[in-house]
Structure formats: C-alpha cells, structure tokens
T-cell receptor, first 113, second 114 residues
Framework: QQQVKQSPQSLIVQKGGISIINCAYE??????FPWYQQFPGKGPALLIA?????SEKKEGRFTISFNKSAKQFSLHIMDSQPGDSATYFC????????????FGTGTRLLVSP | GAGVSQSPSNKVTEKGKDVELRCDPI?????LYWYRQSLGQGLEFLIY????????KSGLPSDRFSAERTGGSVSTLTIQRTQQEDSAVYLC????????????FGPGTRLTVT
C-alpha cells in the first residue's frame, strides 16, 4: 500500500530557529515530492517540490533534502518566522496509472515570537 | 486569475439528509480532486477526474458518496443519508494537465452533521 509517513505531528520553534519536518515513503513508484503549507481556514498551497534525481532544492528560506536510498525527504525552514506557523504536509506523486498525490498526516508548526 | 472556489463555505445538516458540495476549478485545469480533512487530520483522497477519462473513485468511503464533473469543469460531490462521521472539511483541488503534483486547493466546505 502506498504510504507516506510524516513526523513530528507538532513542532514548536523559536523565531529565528530552524524547523525540520521529516517524511518517509515505502513504495518506490513515486516520481515527485511536493510540500504543501496550510493556514487555518484555508486550503493547502504548494510550497516547494523536488524530483527524486535531485538531492536538495532550495527556495528562499525553504529547503527540501531528499535521500533516495533511504526513501526519506525532509523540509527545512531556516530563520523561522511567526508567519510560518501553519500545518505542513509532505506528499508523493504516483508515477503510473492515476497520477495522484499521497499525503502525509501533517505537522503543525508553531513559531514563537 | 480566479482560484478554485467551493460552495457553500459552511453546511450544517441533519443526520440522514443528502448534501451537495460544489467545486469550480481553475479555468483550463483538466484534473480535479476531492479530499476530506477531518479535524486535525491529514488529507484523505476521495475521487479524481482527469479530462474525459473515467474517474478514479478508489477513495470514496462508501456508496453514499458520489461525484460528477459536468462539461469537464464544475464538479459536485454528493453525500446521501449523511452520518455524523461525515462531518469534516471537504476540499477540492485542480491541476493543469501533466502537472498533477501541483494542485491548487479551494478553501473547502465545512460540513457539520448534527
């Protein structure tokens, strides 16, 4: 069964610190790994995504690290800000058949001022 | 441009009643998805439409749930004989053809079954 496991469930980081969220997958039939950010009362929004042939991708303060052999990927938020407080979902896109996203269970991040 | 819109934003219904939730995707997006998000939980896939192909209904939790997409655009998710466990936020997303990892979500419909 295709699954994406995400940890931690919740995270509290001080302003200026580094937030790290981890995900692991079991099935190798994934070909894209996006991260989504969701603020309360809103739908999730695409934050950053990575292909499995790339080990790292950086966009501003957000970086995805990808370890294909370990089937793990993580989101790092550098210089975390109170405005980053949201729920973050990792996901993996199936590469064949109905191409859809399998989402992790989410991490609720709180950045304290 | 206009994003994905959903209506109603909130719906309160009595147990046993039928409800219809509407989604207007971004114009030109060929793929449309429905998800369910229970309080504090992740995103549960329900159904996926891609162009004129038969939909992927593998996520529908029971035969009380159905969805249709008319003219390749607007979609309606119908829940018959609602139960209290159906209470959740129902999210719709659309994506351009060939970019199904890049999904654009609507604000959701919060359904409460009393």
């Amino acid at each position: 069964q295709q699954q994406v496991k995400q940890s931690p469930q919740s995270l509290i980081v001080q302003k200026g610190g580094i937030s790290i969220i981890n995900c692991a997958y079991e099935n190798t039939a994934f070909d894209y790994f996006p991260w989504y950010q969701q603020f309360p009362g809103k739908g999730p929004a695409l934050l950053i995504a990575i292909r499995p042939d790339v080990s790292e991708k950086k966009e501003g303060r957000f970086t995805i690290s990808f370890n294909k052999s370990a089937k793990q990927f993580s989101l790092h938020i550098m210089d975390s800000q109170p405005g980053d407080s949201a729920t973050y979902f990792c996901a993996a896109k199936t590469e064949t058949g109905f191409q859809k996203l399998v989402f992790g269970t989410g991490t609720r991040l709180l950045v304290s001022p | 441009g206009a994003g994905v819109s959903q209506s109603p934003s909130n719906k309160v219904t009595e147990k046993g009643k039928d409800v219809e939730l509407r989604c207007d995707p971004i114009s030109g997006h060929t793929a449309l998805y429905w998800y369910r998000q229970s309080l504090g939980q992740g995103l549960e896939f329900l159904i996926y439409f891609q162009g004129n192909s038969a939909p992927d209904k593998s996520g529908l939790p029971s035969d009380r749930f159905s969805a249709e997409r008319t003219g390749g655009s607007v979609s309606t998710l119908t829940i018959q004989r609602t139960q209290q466990e159906d209470s959740a936020v129902y999210l719709c997303a659309s994506s351009p053809r060939g970019l199904s990892y890049e999904q654009y979500f609507g604000p959701g419909t919060r359904l409460t079954v009393t």
